[in-house]
């Protein structure tokens, strides 16, 4: 359900921004003739207001990714105090409840690290790595990728389940053998 709701909710933001962007270019046209030589330089005026909705495009999607970002470290966040019940489950094995324990520390750090940093220091840190380290940028990029499938995956598994509990049979069904 939250697909879906998101989706229609790009979808709405997709189609009042292209209204929006139509009724600035009317706007703009009925402004600007270019025949009127009143109205100054017509494509210097069409630079600025192209410009203009450039930058409020850029500010928007920072103020998209910086909620994504927030949503990111709440995320990792609940899947590292899900580790830490499961680290509390292995105490029969201490080595394992160490790495364990260990997982769930730096997740708690990156989703810290995530509310801290601003997008532009973590765009910058994601640059550096991979041309630091190539291999290890796409290898963790791949395993975010597939965590992430398998997060969204169990997660719609979920909202699809019947509200009913299971035995319940549905009243309105002919029971074998009573006619």
């Keep these: 359900m939250l697909i879906r709701t998101r989706a229609g909710l790009e979808q709405s933001l997709m189609l009042a ?12 046209m009925t402004e600007m003739n270019p025949g009127n030589e009143s109205n100054g330089n017509f494509t210097d005026a069409l630079k600025d207001k192209a410009g203009g909705l450039a930058q409020a ?19 990792i966040d609940q899947l590292a105090s899900a580790v830490d019940h499961a680290r509390d489950d292995l105490s029969e094995s201490p080595t394992l409840s160490q790495y364990v324990g260990e997982l769930s520390g730096s997740m708690h750090g990156l989703a810290d690290r995530l ?23 796409i290898a963790g990029s791949i395993a975010i990728g597939l965590l992430a499938a398998r997060f969204l995956k169990a997660t719609t598994r979920r909202s699809e389940q019947p509200s009913e509990p299971e035995g319940i049979a549905d009243p309105d069904l002919p029971v074998p053998g009573i006619h």
């Excluded at 495009?57 to 995320?75: H, Y």
């Design 17 to 28: 921004h292209q209204i929006a962007l139509r009724a600035e270019g009317d706007e703009l």
């Design 57 to 75: 495009a850029k500010e928007r999607a920072r103020n998209e990714a910086e909620s994504g970002k927030k949503s990111a470290a709440g995320t």
């Design 115 to 137: 509310r801290s940093r601003s997008i532009d220091e973590l765009a910058s840190d994601a640059r550096d790595l991979a041309r630091r380290n190539p291999t290890v940028f």
